[in-house]
């Protein structure tokens, strides 16, 4: 699972991008991940362009 971070989260429309460590920035929707912090460092697989099975790292 590559690590990244929440670089954009819209509380209002569920959805986020996550940035990864090469700069990649990819959607991701708010159900699947533990956090929606800003900032927060996470664990993420890829499917297509979008972040999938994302988890907090704590």
């Given amino acids: 699972m ?3 971070t929440i670089a954009v ?3 209002v429309d569920g959805v986020g991008v996550i ?3 090469d700069g990649e920035r990819r959607p991701f929707s708010g159900m ?3 956090t929606t912090r800003e900032g ?3 664990l993420f697989d890829v499917i297509g362009e979008k ?3 994302v988890i907090a790292v704590r």
Avoid: F, S
Wanted: hydrophobic content about 20%; overall charge negative; charged content about 30%.
């Fill in 2 to 4: 590559p690590l990244g």
């Fill in 9 to 11: 989260y819209n509380k």
């Fill in 19 to 21: 940035a990864d460590e």
């Fill in 32 to 34: 699947e991940t533990q």
């Fill in 40 to 42: 927060q460092r996470v």
């Fill in 51 to 53: 972040a999938t099975n």
